[in-house]
């Protein structure tokens, strides 16, 4: 397995770009995150996913948009990139359920800075 | 309402001291509970979790964790801090009366002076 694969791990993007930030896992997991991490900050949640064609606003999601056409991947969009939006980008899956094989699994991060 | 709370945004202690992170969370159910650290500009580890099993939780690097029902905590604690602990410490939930999401507290910086 290899767990949740993010890409790219570091962009710049010039004001008014877009850009897709892609997320991947392999364990099947049915609920899927993206989180925004600022320097010194915690996480705030972007959006996230409870399965394939469901997503929901998380606490900071303007400005982005995503998608969950399959289990698998959840992209992250960003439409017309501003420079309150550098910042690290992490993507998270999690089974729905307790259990001894609960867990949270991250993606390695996308660094992101706007110019 | 905040589900998970890191008590403390910042600790610091002498390389050698005991280490105290503290996290309280509110849930009618039993969640499940771990601890992650991030170092500087680096992803998050986990540290240890709790499912549901033994209360008290060992991870790597000598941390140790204890799920206490009555008192809603879910406490870090190490023996002897070393420098190389310093870093960004996160208590995340999975709460499963809100919808089963993962719920991160604020982070708490350790520092460690020699």
């Known amino acids: 397995n290899a767990g949740v694969t993010q890409t790219p791990k570091f962009r710049i993007l010039k004001i008014g770009q877009s850009m897709t930030l892609q997320c991947t896992q392999d364990?099947?997991?049915?609920?899927m995150y993206w989180y925004r991490q600022d320097p010194g900050m915690g996480l705030k949640l972007i959006y996230y996913?409870?399965?394939?064609?469901?997503?929901d606003k998380g606490e900071v999601p303007n400005g982005y948009n995503v998608s969950r056409s399959t289990t698998e991947d959840f992209p992250l969009r960003l439409e017309l990139a501003a420079p309150s939006q550098t910042s690290v980008y992490f993507c998270?899956?999690?089974?729905?359920?307790?259990?001894?094989?609960?867990?949270?699994?991250f993606g390695q991060g996308t660094r992101l800075t706007v110019v | 309402a905040q589900s998970v709370t890191q008590l403390d945004s910042h600790v610091s202690v002498s390389e050698g001291t005991p280490v105290l992170l503290r996290c309280n969370y509110s849930?009618?159910?039993?969640?499940?509970l771990f601890w992650y650290v991030q170092h500087p500009n680096k992803g998050l580890q986990l540290l240890l979790k709790?499912?549901?099993?033994?209360?008290l939780v060992k991870g790597i690097n000598g941390f140790e964790a204890e799920f206490k029902k009555s008192e809603t905590s879910f406490h870090l604690t190490k023996p002897s801090a070393h420098m190389s602990d310093a870093a960004e410490y996160f208590c995340?939930?999975?709460?499963?009366?809100?919808?089963?999401?993962?719920?991160f507290g604020g982070g708490t910086r350790l520092m460690v002076k020699p």
């Open positions: 998270a899956s999690t089974l729905p359920f307790a259990g001894e094989n609960t867990e949270a699994f």
């Open positions: 364990m099947n997991h049915n609920y």
């Open positions: 996913s409870v399965g394939a064609g469901i997503t």
């Open positions: 849930s009618s159910y039993s969640p499940s």
């Open positions: 709790y499912t549901s099993a033994a209360t």
């Open positions: 995340v939930v999975i709460l499963y009366n809100a919808g089963n999401m993962l719920t």
